[in-house]
């Protein structure tokens, strides 16, 4: 009998990973090991590994084989968590119900936790390439890099940085957004993709759906910076306005907001049908992204 898969199971595979990975880890360095784990196990929606395990799934059952892939992901979102809560980013001291990593650790240990993630994820993403010698594997891995740097998240992020206290353009806000959120959670689904081997016709759908679904993602973001709740976001509330930060809110209202999140979601489930495989789990994922309080 085939068994049914469900997000939960999938993410308790993300946590148990994630925690082995970190086990006896260090000797004089142990504190930045502390710092790392310390942020990285704090929880989180692990929606990044998540896109990419099912994803894969679509093309090949076996989603445990690409663990570590997946979970290189969540490092290297969990090390721009702390960077973006520095107080020379967004001086934040509260983040997924915790306090900031440099309000813990100390600003330089916590730029320290931020870079080793990004490098363990690099590690982690060699070690598997070595291992599954392929092109799956190394195209992968390098859209995954690309995406994290200066074309992709870092690229978005110094905009967000230059755009503080200034108009920007619809077409320079969709960049940062594009870049700084979108660009992960597009490199998630797509690594997922090529490592399961889709067909490229495939590819061109899960390439539609990623930017869709990570402009969704953004535009929410900016909702629940307005709307949300401080004890289920895990985080600070209204720092879009405290910062005077341009977002989809200061440019279309929240209405409109709420109305292109459910259009750009709607749109997503229909990219989803074109493809062969089960899009049950990954169509439940899209449709509770637009409803999330978190
Ligand atoms: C390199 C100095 C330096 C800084 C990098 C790139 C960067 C800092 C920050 C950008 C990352 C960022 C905060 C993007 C916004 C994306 C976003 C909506 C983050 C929250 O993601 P969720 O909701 O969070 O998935 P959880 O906690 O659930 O994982």
Redesign the pocket.
Known sequence: MMRIMNTDEIKREIEKWLQNYFVDKGSFNKKLYDAMYYSIS???????PLLMLLTYSLYDKNYKSILPIACSM?MI??????????P???DDDL??GRLTNHKVFGENIA?LA?DAL?NEAFIVMFDYCSKNVSKQSIDSCNLICNA?GAEG??G??VV?VLSEHCTITEEQLLYMHNK??GA?IKASIMAGAILGGAPPKELDYLRKFGDKLGLA??IK?DILDVEGDIEKL??KVNVDEDKDKATFITLYGIDKCKAICSELTCSCLEVLNNLDGDISILKQLTQYLLF?Q?
């Open positions: 704090a929880g989180g929606k692990r929606i990044r969540e979102h969990t090390y721009s968590l702390i960077h973006d809560d520095l020379c980013m967004d983040r997924r730029v931020g990004l994290a998240m870092i978005g992020q967000d700084k959120t992960i993602f953004q973001d895990g985080k999330r978190n």
